[in-house]
């Protein structure tokens, strides 16, 4: 299989990388790193969530950010929505503030998806077909995401059989495209391939993409292992912020810096501009008060001092 000659990057730092930030990060910053998203060349950005406020309080002034983003044509902005009440709240405002995608979140392991949701798996797809049925009919983009697509916190390894089957029940209620979740970054390229295998017999390559954490250190070799299977669109965090609240001790996802500069050295593009996205990084790194999680950001900073 020979690579893609482009990717497309959904970063998802606004929303998975601020999630589980313990310090209150004013909407003001949640607007101004997505500000710098876009202007950096980001075709589409993973703003935040409708979920309950209780549950993840980080993402309690979900509608103010979305009110508070100057859209850039041609950039898709997203958020998730586990259920109808979280989906009706993406909608409540004027049409220009509506999301072009939200996101339907179910799990391959079904003690995760009793953490993260409430709720068994079967029980999470009778709640996401309204979601899909009313965002469709508002002509709204369906992605799904597989936490847990390789291995899951509680319950370990995860078979490829129980990807396909949770792949063949989103397809079923209309999920038109599906990204594999290495939710606590245990896979390893060999694990992965057999996830997006699995996924395979569902969706076309065209309509799966890939969401690595990083904790293992081995998300950009389970990225370039899907660029050789063909797929092309990847979810990174810039700095690679983040984790989930209901996955203890998986850190952020893989450093949308890492992946630029891998993809860019092997000739595939992205259009996007590495060193905005290293300001944008350092400028989240800053607020946060921490160094980034991206070493070629890390590496191409430090050789322009
Ligand atoms: P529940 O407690 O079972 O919900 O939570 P409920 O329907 O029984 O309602 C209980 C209360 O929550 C009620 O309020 C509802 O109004 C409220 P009360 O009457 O007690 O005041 N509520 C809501 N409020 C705002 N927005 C909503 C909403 N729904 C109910 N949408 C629920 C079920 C799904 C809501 C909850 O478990 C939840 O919000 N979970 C979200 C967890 C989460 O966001 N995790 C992180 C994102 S997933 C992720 O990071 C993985 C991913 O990156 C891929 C990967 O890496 O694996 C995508
Ligand atoms: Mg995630």
């Known amino acids: 299989m020979s690579l893609p000659s482009k990717v497309k990057l959904v970063d998802v730092g606004p929303r998975d990388g601020l999630q589980n930030e313990k310090q209150t990060v004013p909407a003001a910053v949640k607007i101004e790193l997505v500000h710098r998203l876009q202007d950096a060349g980001l075709k589409e950005i993973e703003v935040t969530s409708f979920v309950s406020p209780k549950w993840v309080p980080q993402m309690a002034d979900n509608a103010q950010v979305m009110a508070g983003i100057q859209r850039k044509p041609g950039v898709r902005y997203s958020v998730l929505t586990p259920n109808l009440q979280g989906f009706e709240a993406s909608v409540a405002a004027e049409r220009q503030f509506w999301p072009d995608e939200i996101v339907v979140f179910a799990a391959a392991s079904e003690a995760f998806s009793q953490r993260n949701i409430n709720c068994s798996i079967a029980q999470s797809i009778e ?3 309204p979601v899909v049925e009313a965002a469709r009919a508002k002509g709204i983009y369906v992605r799904g995401a597989m936490s847990c697509a390789v291995g899951c916190p509680y319950e370990g390894d995860i078979a490829p059989e129980r990807v ?13 495209h599906i990204g594999v979740a290495d939710t606590i970054g245990t896979g390893t390229p060999v694990k992965v391939q057999r996830a997006v295998e699995a996924t395979l017999r569902h969706y076309a390559i065209n309509d799966i ?10 998300a950009l070799a389970n990225t370039l ?3 050789h299977m063909g797929l092309w669109q990847f979810d990174a ?3 690679g912020l983040g984790g989930c609240p209901y996955a203890k001790g998986a850190t952020g996802n893989v450093a949308t810096e890492d992946v630029v500069y891998m ?3 092997m000739g595939i593009e992205t259009g996007i501009d590495l060193d905005k996205l290293i300001d944008a990084g350092k400028f989240i790194s800053d607020f946060l ?3 980034s999680g991206s070493l070629a950001a890390t590496a191409l900073f430090n050789k322009r001092a």
């Open 237 to 239: 965090s810039v700095s």
């Open 209 to 218: 993409s890939g969401h690595f954490h990083d904790t293992y250190g081995q």
């Open 263 to 265: 993809l860019h050295g």
């Open 127 to 129: 709640r996401f077909r």
């Open 164 to 176: 396909a089957m949770l792949a063949g029940m989103m397809k079923d209620i209309g999920v038109q």
């Open 225 to 227: 292992t899907c660029l």
């Open 289 to 291: 008060q921490r160094k």
